[in-house]
């Protein structure tokens, strides 16, 4: 969702830049691979999109020394400036080996912590002790952790957590610091493009296109039967407008 709403964070060449016609073949060249690699063959633009997130991830440096710890976070967590700061190193050191634009990957990258954190206020707090009750939540965390975001419960989950009781039935698990990429990501291919294909159609009833003409076989809705109040004003109304049509009639005539 972060990379489909923001800008492509691959690179463009364009005609009107690059002059050389030589490096303008190597650079559409480079982007293509770049695309395609990230592909894999799959023929998803959102599955392109994602790999890229991941390979950037998994390169990105998990020690923050000499950062201050976030507001309301432990230590260890990167501060809003000197994450940015990280991100853009590491997307200027990615360049060199895909072709993408540093500031559209950071931009990226920011978005989804952004979408991460206000997506964990829909999920179940975490208890006293560290317990979980949402799975979900085990992985955004652990997404937070690995992007230098430490303490990605808002205070008042905090607050609310240590009176909440676990409830019966409840999944509880407890949340780890960090957590493998295979872990915090889903790897099943056929479960990843069906999930996109149902959020990107916006019905599930399925039907036909028809004419003006076209006549149903289905009975429709009874017709409502009219009161007896209204039947004699439909018919008082009828009366009135009789003479008025016969006087307009004889002054034709005339």
Same mark, same amino acid.
């Not at 309301?72 to 400036?81: H, I, L, R």
């Not at 949402?134 to 430490?150: I, M, N, T």
């Given at each position: 969702?972060?990379?489909?709403?923001g800008q492509d964070p691959f690179s463009m060449p364009m005609a009107m830049v690059i002059k050389d016609h030589q490096k303008y073949m190597r650079?559409?060249?480079?982007?293509?691979?770049?695309?395609?690699?990230?592909? +894999?063959?799959?023929?998803?633009?959102?599955?392109?999109?994602? +790999?890229?997130?991941?390979?950037?991830? @998994?390169?990105?440096?998990?020690?923050?020394?000499?950062?201050? &710890?976030?507001?309301?976070?432990?230590?260890?967590?990167?501060?809003?400036?000197?994450?940015?700061?990280?991100? $853009?190193?590491?997307?200027?050191?990615?360049?060199?080996?895909?072709?993408?634009?540093?500031?559209?990957?950071?931009?990226?990258?920011?978005?989804?912590v952004d979408i991460t954190q206000r997506t964990l206020d829909f999920l179940a707090p975490n208890g006293p002790d560290g317990i979980c009750r949402? &799975?979900?939540? =085990? *992985?955004?965390?652990?997404?937070?952790? *690995?992007?230098? $975001?430490?303490?990605?419960?808002?205070?008042?989950?905090?607050?609310? !957590? !240590?009176?909440?009781?676990?409830?019966?039935?409840?999944? $509880?698990?407890?949340?780890?610091?960090?957590?493998?990429?295979?872990?915090?990501? %889903? #790897?099943?291919?056929?479960?990843?493009?069906?999930?996109?294909?149902?959020?990107?159609? &916006?019905?599930? !009833?399925?039907?036909?296109?028809? %004419?003006?003409?076209?006549?149903?076989?289905?009975?429709?809705?009874?017709?409502? =039967?009219?009161?007896?109040?209204?039947? #004699?004003?439909?018919?008082? !109304?009828?009366? @009135?407008?009789?003479? @008025?049509?016969?006087?307009?009639?004889?002054?034709?005539?005339?």
């Amino acid at each position: 969702a972060a990379a489909l709403g923001g800008q492509d964070p691959f690179s463009m060449p364009m005609a009107m830049v690059i002059k050389d016609h030589q490096k303008y073949m190597r650079a559409l060249l480079r982007s293509s691979e770049s695309r395609r690699h990230f592909d +894999n063959g799959v023929h998803s633009e959102p599955i392109m999109l994602r +790999n890229l997130f991941l390979e950037w991830l @998994s390169g990105l440096p998990t020690d923050f020394k000499g950062s201050q &710890p976030a507001s309301g976070g432990s230590g260890g967590a990167a501060s809003g400036s000197l994450q940015r700061q990280i991100f $853009v190193q590491h997307s200027s050191a990615f360049q060199q080996k895909y072709a993408v634009m540093p500031k559209r990957l950071t931009q990226l990258a920011l978005t989804v912590v952004d979408i991460t954190q206000r997506t964990l206020d829909f999920l179940a707090p975490n208890g006293p002790d560290g317990i979980c009750r949402s &799975p979900a939540r =085990v *992985r955004l965390e652990g997404l937070l952790g *690995r992007l230098g $975001v430490k303490g990605g419960m808002a205070p008042r989950d905090r607050t609310a !957590a !240590a009176a909440a009781p676990v409830a019966a039935g409840a999944i $509880v698990a407890s949340a780890p610091k960090t957590l493998p990429l295979g872990q915090m990501f %889903c #790897e099943d291919l056929l479960l990843l493009l069906a999930s996109i294909v149902a959020a990107f159609s &916006p019905l599930y !009833a399925h039907g036909m296109l028809r %004419c003006v003409e076209h006549k149903t076989r289905l009975p429709g809705p009874p017709a409502p =039967v009219p009161a007896k109040g209204q039947e #004699e004003g439909r018919a008082e !109304a009828s009366g @009135s407008t009789g003479p @008025s049509g016969g006087a307009s009639s004889m002054a034709a005539g005339q």
